[in-house]
């Protein structure tokens, strides 16, 4: 999802959420139990935390390949994130972006890869 589409989702979050940063984890359509898994995992170790995890998104959305879910959160949680994704995205492909405002840099050369780099479809920006 592209961060000028999120505003359709800002309801999802909770009131004075600090979204500064995105992770959005990438699944097939063999693969989804396990992103399903992941996100229930994501979910329980983040539950004290303001760290959203948001819906699996099965259809294809903004400039991104494949199905995936995110994890929105403010700066001061990247480390943690990003370590805990580290440790535990399996061979899932994620894509940790600051949220700028400008789409195209935050989705690549904003981005930091955890797995394979995945091809972005760069006509949606």
Do not use: C
Not at 54 to 73: K, Q, R, T, Y
């Amino acid at each position: 999802m592209l961060n000028s589409e999120i505003s359709s989702q800002e309801h999802l979050f909770p009131v004075g959420f600090s979204r500064e940063f995105d992770a959005h984890v990438y699944y097939t359509a063999e693969s989804r139990n396990q992103a399903i898994q992941l996100r229930a995992q994501a979910i329980a170790y983040f539950h004290d935390r303001p760290i959203f995890v948001g819906a699996l998104v099965d259809e294809l959305v903004g400039p991104h390949p494949l199905p995936m879910f995110e994890i929105n959160f403010a700066a001061g949680f990247l480390g943690e994130v990003v370590l805990w994704l580290i440790r535990n995205r399996g061979e899932s492909s994620v894509l940790v972006h600051e949220v700028t405002g400008d789409d195209w840099k935050d989705h690549s050369s904003g981005a930091v890869w955890l797995g394979e780099v995945l091809k972005l479809d760069d006509s949606n920006f």
